[in-house]
């Protein structure tokens, strides 16, 4: 089985929030872990906008890239190429999701994901309704 990765369940691995845990288990109960490339991206951003507003220290930042660096690299990384953007323009359109969202959504089908983990109701609603199994950590 296949679980797809989206970033608010990769930065809960590294930050402590609310569904930090049900998160840890989501990813130990999986048998393989993806995301689309472009989690590198949107993780780093998050964190280092979590450090500019104060939420996390100069060495809580430090730490926190670190960890999500670690964990990216048990992911398998789909590559944003044509197909994965035609189809994330498409659910963007068909379902009301946001770019991320959607291009989630878009990785997580193009690869045959059996569970979409993700703490973003829309993103969950969308993938449930394309037949996705969905892991929401702040429904533990």
Known sequence: ???YVDTSTLLKLVVEEAGSDVAGVIWDAADALASVGLVVVEARS?????HRVGRLTDDQHRDAKSEAE???EELHLVEVGEDLIAAAADLAEADGLRVYDA?????ALLIGADI?????????DAASGRG???ANPLDG
């Open 103 to 107: 291009v989630h959504l878009a990785g």
């Open 116 to 124: 979409l983990a993700s703490a973003d109701g829309a993103l969950c």
């Open 46 to 50: 998050a964190l280092a906008a979590a």
């Open 70 to 72: 670690a964990l990216i």
């Open 1 to 3: 089985m296949i679980t």
């Open 132 to 134: 996705l199994h969905v």
